[in-house]
């Protein structure tokens, strides 16, 4: 009869190990899925340059004050002519002034804009001789020329009393009184040259308005 020792009988009561099994190529596998996913969410997010800018929610018109609630934020792609348009850290918390005309839905260009505290402008209708020049539309710039008047029909050589004014407007003949051959037109001055543009209104100078720059082509 044979008789087990103890120590004999713990190995035999004792389960063997399983040994652990690595195969190289499920790590190599695994590495080559996580780096595909890493690179995939780098190129799209290298290539998303989209950003928000304001666009308007109603048409704005040159002296219109707006603030964050009159715009609508947009998410479009513009590159390097982002700092072209009104941005929402743009806005500051008393608002801005609209200077020039800007569409439903438009993207508001900065220059369109100006601070509430820098507003020095106002709007004043003016008749001036002869027709204007098609270039001469809302939100164009033009230069008024006064020439003084000296005696009947007769005037100095004209002289720019304002540069590059605003054109808010193009006034209806209908709606306002003018001499026939003139026309009469809204723009939006510095305050500190309106008296100026008063004088020569009620001196009965001649008052023309030039394009302050050639359109585009």
Known sequence: MVTMT????DRAGTPARRRFWFDPRFAIGVLLVA???AGVVAIVGAADTSLLVYAARDPLAPGDRIDGDDLVATSVRLDSAAELYLLPDDVPDDGLVVTKPVADGELVPASAVGSMLGEQQTAIVLAVNGELAASVVPGSGVDVWSARQIGSGLFEAPAVIVSAATVVRLV???GFVVDDG???IEVLVPRSQIARVLEAVANDDAVSVVPASLPGK
């Open 6 to 9: 103890s120590a004999a009988r």
């Open 35 to 37: 780096a595909s996913v």
């Open 172 to 174: 209806d003949r209908e």
């Open 182 to 184: 003139s026309a009469a």
